[in-house]
């Protein structure tokens, strides 16, 4: 089993900056991803990006390409996501998730967010 714990998020003015962190109890080789997600009040959950710790290779969804870059830090057993040029829009609680296989059983582990307010 793994625990993700988030932090970084806070008040930021549009067209700001914040990089969120993502730490799990456990080395990080042995989480086989690490997948950002928000959700906005009174939305879904929404799937940003996500990072495969084998190889580095990171994807993200069209809405944040180019603003957002998700990394890790070996050594911290953490994951980032650095969120650039924020927009009002970008308001929500972020979330990071793995999913892992514990005792042959397939399980989703979520950290608990972090709030985000893009605002004036």
């Known amino acids: 089993q793994v625990q993700l714990v988030e932090s970084g998020g806070g008040l930021v003015q549009p067209g700001g900056s914040l990089r969120l962190s993502c730490a799990a109890s456990r080395s990080i080789f042995s989480i086989p991803f690490i997948t950002w997600y928000r959700q906005a009040p009174g939305k879904e959950r929404e799937l940003l990006g996500s990072?495969?710790?084998?190889?580095?290779?990171?994807n993200y969804v069209d809405s944040v390409k180019g603003r957002f870059t998700i990394s890790t830090d070996n050594a911290k057993n953490t994951a980032y996501l650095q969120t650039n040029s924020l927009k009002p829009e970008d308001t929500a609680i972020y979330y990071c998730?793995?999913?892992?296989?514990?005792?042959?059983?397939?399980?989703?582990?979520w950290g608990q967010g972090t709030q985000v307010t893009v605002s004036s």
């Open positions: 998730f793995t999913m892992m296989l514990v005792s042959g059983v397939k399980r989703d582990f």
């Open positions: 990072i495969s710790t084998r190889d580095g290779s990171s």
